[in-house]
């Protein structure tokens, strides 16, 4: 787990590097590291809701395409998930300039489709660890804050295994990097 969260950076690092030449204004708005935590409800436990906290973070390649990595740690009382995962995710909505000029909410409104997998590990009332392979189908909105800002609000629905469900909000702050993939 150790090797994948440094490369990661690593790629990151290296991709900060690259130069923006030829990105359009408007476009430069959505490429970058962002970093996120919120609160997350779901069906891990098949007695109750389980509530936890989600931290996350993703490098924005461009305006449609990012990968990242998450992890979460929820509990109902009688059951503590652990959860890390990789995931990749699609925007549906591009930065279009003509989008932007005709319909404001093109530019804060980033609407996206994530696959997640990974493992999930529980812990029961015995501090017996069960790992379980985990993959979800996430679908959500990335909305802006503010016109050109740094600061986000993400709220999200999921599906997979081994949980059922899962509804939460994340808090997002986007690191002005200058460098991007494609």
């Given amino acids: 787990m150790k090797k994948i969260v440094s490369l990661f950076f690593i790629t990151v690092a290296v991709l900060g590097t690259v130069k923006r030449a030829g990105i359009p204004v408007y476009a430069q708005d959505v490429v970058g590291l962002s970093l996120s935590l919120g609160a997350e409800g779901n069906g891990y436990s098949p007695t109750s809701i389980g ?13 449609m395409l990012s990968i990242g990595t998450s992890s979460l740690i929820c ?19 591009r930065n279009e300039e003509s989008l932007i000029k005709h319909y404001n909410w093109a530019s804060i409104f980033h609407l996206f ?16 660890l069960q790992p379980h392979f985990m993959a979800s189908l996430v679908a959500g909105s990335r909305i802006a ?17 081994p949980h059922m469900f899962g509804i939460g909000l994340l808090g997002v702050y986007r690191f002005p990097i200058t460098g991007v993939f494609w």
């Fill in 51 to 63: 509530i936890g906290a989600r931290l996350s973070g993703d490098y924005r390649f461009g305006e």
């Fill in 75 to 93: 509990g109902d009382g009688v059951l503590t998930t652990l959860e890390f995962s990789g995931n990749v995710r699609y925007y549906f909505l």
């Fill in 113 to 128: 489709l994530q696959a997640e997998a990974g493992a999930a590990v529980f812990i029961d009332e015995n501090n017996s």
């Fill in 145 to 161: 804050l503010s016109r050109f800002g740094s600061f986000y609000i993400e709220p999200y629905v999921r599906v997979g295994y």
